[in-house]
C-alpha cells in the first residue's frame, strides 16, 4: 500500500510553455500532498504544501504565480509551471501524507524530470 | 529551528562489510523520525518511520534505531543493490511538514 504516481515521468518544453503535473495517490485519500525540488547531488526543497479544497501555502522565495498548484480532490494534486524558462529545469517530486493512528506519514511520488529548452 | 544533519556524507563499503548511519537531530517536539532511500533519478522510497526513544525497527538487512538525540541506520552485509542515497527527515509538533537531512551516499562495492 501507500503507492504515490506522478504524471509525466519526463518532460522537455520550450521556453515560455507552461506544464502541468500530476500526482496522485493510488491506494489512499490525503487532505495534504507536497510538491518539492530537487537539484542535482542536493536534497529536496519544499515547494508548497497542498491541501484538498484550499489554496496551497508557498515557502518563502517560491512564486506562486509561476508555480500553480490546485488539489481538486482526495487523490489529485497539480502542479503548473507557467511560462517556464531553462532556470525551472529541475527534478520536480510530491508526495502525499497518509494518516493512520493519529500520525501523518509522507510517501513520495517517483518524480518529473522537467527540461525547459 | 528544527535541523537534522546525517553523517557520513558519503560511505564506501564492501559487500559483507556491515556500518551504520548516523542522523543527529534538533527538534521541537518530535512526531516522527523517518528514513528514506532514494535511487538516483527517482523519487524517496520510504523505509522506516521511529516514533519514540528506544523503537527499533528492521526490514531485511536494515535496522533503524532511535534515542532522544540520534537515529542510526544499521546495514548488515551490505549487498551492490543496497547503493543509493539515504535520507533522514523528522517531523514536528502537529505538522505534517519534513525537515530533511543532507542525505548520506553509499556505495556497496562487490
Known amino acids: 500500500g501507500a503507492v504515490v504516481s506522478q504524471h509525466p515521468s519526463r518532460v522537455i518544453c520550450k521556453s515560455g510553455t507552461s506544464v502541468k503535473i500530476e500526482c496522485r495517490s493510488l491506494d489512499f485519500q490525503a487532505t495534504t500532498m507536497f510538491w518539492y525540488r530537487q537539484f542535482p547531488k542536493q536534497s529536496l526543497m519544499l515547494m508548497a504544501t497542498?491541501?484538498?479544497?484550499?489554496?496551497?501555502?508557498?515557502e518563502q522565495g517560491v512564486e506562486k504565480d509561476k508555480f500553480l498548484i490546485n488539489h481538486a480532490s482526495l487523490t489529485l494534486s497539480t502542479l503548473t509551471v507557467t511560462s517556464a524558462h531553462p532556470e525551472d529545469s529541475s527534478f520536480y517530486i510530491c508526495s502525499a501524507v497518509r494518516t493512520a493512528a493519529g500520525y501523518n506519514e509522507q510517501f513520495f511520488g517517483p518524480g518529473t524530470r522537467l527540461t525547459v529548452l | 529551528e528544527d535541523q537534522v544533519t546525517q553523517s557520513p556524507e558519503a560511505l564506501r563499503l564492501q559487500e559483507g562489510e556491515s556500518s551504520s548511519l548516523n542522523c543527529s537531530y534538533t527538534?521541537?517536539?518530535?512526531?516522527?523520525l523517518f528514513w528514506y532511500r532514494q535511487d538516483p533519478g527517482k523519487g524517496p522510497e520510504f523505509l522506516f518511520t521511529l516514533y519514540s526513544a528506544g523503537e527499533e525497527k528492521e526490514k531485511e538487512r536494515l535496522k533503524a534505531t532511535l534515542t532522544k538525540k540520534e537515529s542510526f541506520l544499521h546495514i548488515t552485509a551490505p549487498k551492490p543493490e543496497d547503493s543509493a542515497t539515504y535520507l533522514c527527515?523528522?517531523?514536528?509538533?502537529?505538522?505534517?511538514?519534513?525537515?530533511f537531512g543532507k542525505g548520506t551516499m553509499l556505495l556497496v562495492s562487490p
Open positions: 497542498s491541501n484538498e479544497g484550499s489554496k496551497a501555502t508557498y
Open positions: 527527515a523528522v517531523q514536528a509538533g502537529g505538522y505534517s511538514t519534513l525537515t
Open positions: 527538534v521541537s517536539g518530535l512526531r516522527g
